[in-house]
C-alpha cells in the first residue's frame, strides 16, 4: 500500500501523540517456549499456531525472536535440562508446557533467579515464582449443565459419557457437571467410561442404551460426542442434545445434522492456540504489565453461528484453534485481576 | 609409548567430551562461564551417579533395567519421608538398599537372568513410587538443596561432585582388593569360588552398592528439582547404560571404569544441549543422540582393533 507522503506524515504526527501502546519495549526480547510433547494433533497444532503467531509478532518487532523446543523423550529431567539450557541462550521470557508439575520446579527457579520470566500453561508448575496459566476443567464440566439448562428449563434425563478413569481432568470434569447437576432439574440416569475416543464411546454407549429411559441429553468430555451419536443413531431412539467437544468429526456431524434437521447443540474444548494467549501473556509481562500469578484459559466454544467458519479452518482429525491476540490477553489479565 | 590398556580406555571418552564441550562453547560462548558449566552440569550429576549404579551391575555381568524406577522410587522417599520423618525416611533408604543386595543374592543363588529379574522388579519400584507420591509434590530437605545449589568458589559444584564421584569410585573398584574381588565375579567367578570366595556375598555386596549410588542418585535429583514425580527418572535406565557403555566399559568380564562412567554421564548430557543449542527440530533429536553415540562406539571399535593388532 502506497499512503501519500502528508498523510503518512501526520498518521505518524498522531501515533506520536497518542499514549504509547505496549509493543516498543519488548522489540529487542526473545521468548523461548519450552514444551515437553509433540506426538498428538492438538501439539502439533499447538505448536503451528505459535510458530505462525510468532513469525508475525516478528516481522511486526514485537519481540526479536519467538523459537520453540520441544524435549524428544517427554521426561521431567530432560525438560529441566532444556529450560537450563534456555537460561544460557539468554531468553528473556521462558513459556513452558510442562512434563511434570513439580520435577522441573529447581530449573524454573534458576531462570526465575536469573531475572528470566517463566509462564507455564496447559501444564503448569507450582514453582511461586512463575506464572500459571491453567485450564478450569470444572468450568468446562459446568457449562455444559448451563447451557443445557438453557434448552429444557423443565430438565429431564442425562447420559454422562467420562473420560479415561483415574486422570485429574476427567474427575475435574466430572465434578463440574455434578456440581451444577444438583442446582439444576436434571438427572443423570446413566455413565459411562468413554476415554475421549469415538470408539471407546460407542461401543459404551451402545452397551448402556438398552437399560436407559428416554434421555434429553449426553453430556461429555470432548473427542466423545461422534461415537455416542454413532451408537445412539443405529437405535430407534429420538436424537437427544449431544455435547461436542470441538473435534473436526463432532463438528463434522453436527454440521450434517443441522443442515438435515435443525440439529442443535454447543461444542466446548481448550484450543490448542492456548500457546499464543501464553506468548502475549509473556509479552505483556515483559512490558513490565502488572500480570497476576494465576490466569485461567478461556474455553473455546463453538456454536451454530460459527459452526460453518470452525468446521472450514479444522482439519480432519484434529480440533477447532484460534490463534489468541494481544487483546484476549489483556482480557485474560484483567479477568484475574478481577477475581 | 607405555600406555596401560585402562588409559587407553579413558582416551576416548575424555576425547569425546572435550569435542563436545568445544562444540557447546563455539555455539554458545555465554556457557564458558562459572554459571554456565554449573547450568550445563548439574543435571549430570544425578545421571553420573545412576551411571555408577549401573556399572557396578555391568561389573558382574549383569544388567539393571530398574534403576530408572529405582532412583524415582528414591526420589520419592526422600521428598516425602525423608522431608517430614527423616529417621523413616532414612530407614526405608537402607531397606531399599538392603533389598538391592537380597535381589543380587537372589539372582547369584537361583541362576536367574538379571535382566528378566530386574525388568519385574522396575515395575515393583514404580508402583511404590506412586503409592507414596500419587500426585507430584513433595519437597527437597533444606541441607541437601543446599549442597546441590552450593556455589563454592573457582569450580562449579557440578564439576567438585562429579570429580569426588569419580575419584572416590576408582579407589573404590580399581585400587581396592574388595574391588578386585568384585571385578573377578564379572571376570571368572568360579575361579574366585575355587579361591574360597563367596560369589554370592560379593554379587550381592555389587547390588548393595548399585543400591547405594541409586539412592544418592534420587537425593541428588531432588535437591537439584526441590520437588518430586512419580515418573521424575525413567530415562536414567537407559542413560545410565549409554553412560557406562560411552565411558569405556563392556557388558562382560567385569571390565568397566569408574571414572569413565561419569565422563560418559556427563558426555550423554552434553550431547543433548549440544543439539539444543544447534537448534535442531525435535523430530531429528532423538536420531541425533543415537548417531553421536554410535560414533563415539565406532570410534571405539577402531581403537580396539589397532590395540588388538599391535
Redesign the interface.
Known sequence: MKLPSSLFASAVAIALTVPQLATADTSGMSIALSNNY?GNSWRQAMLEVWEANAKDAVAAGTVKAA?T?????N????Q???I??L????YDAIVVNAA????????V??ACDAGIKVISFDGIV??PCAWRIAVDFKKMGGDQIKYLSERFPDGGNLLEIRGLAGV?VDDEIHAGIEEEVENSNFTIVGSVHGDWAQDVAQKAVAGILPSLPEIVGVVTQGGDGYGAAQAIAATDRDMPTIIMGNRQDELQWWSEQQADNGYETYSASIAPGVSTLAFWVAQQILDGQDVPKELVVPIHTVVADTLAESLASTPKGSVANVSYTLDDARQTIEEAKGG | MNMSRDHFRILLPVLSLVVLLAGVFYL?P??MSYF?LN??F??AV??ALATIAQMMIIMVNDIDLSIGTFVSFCACVTATFVQETPLLGYLILLMSIGAYAGIGALIHYRNLPAIVVTLGTSFVWGGLAILILP????SSPEWLHAIMKSKPPLVPMAIIASVIIGVLTHLLIKRSSFGVLLRGVGGNDRTLSRAGWSVLKLKASAYGLAGLFGVLSGMA?IG??????A??????TLLSIAGVILGGGEFTGGRVSPIGAVIGALTL?LA??FL??L?LS?DW??GS?GAILILVLAARLAFAKREAQQ
Open positions: 509433540a523459537d523446543f520441544t524435549t524428544s523423550e521426561q521431567a529431567t530432560e529441566a535440562a532444556q537450563q539450557n537460561i544460557l541462550q539468554g511434570s508439575p513439580t520435577a522441573i520446579n529447581g530449573a527457579k534458576e507450582t514453582e485429574f | 554458545q555465554r556457557a554456565g547450568l550445563l548439574n543435571l544425578p545421571v500426585s507430584p509434590g513433595g535429583l537439584l528439582t526441590t520437588s518430586a514425580d515418573n521424575i527418572a525413567l530415562r536414567y548430557t543433548a544441549s539444543s543449542f537448534k525435535p533429536q532423538i543422540q
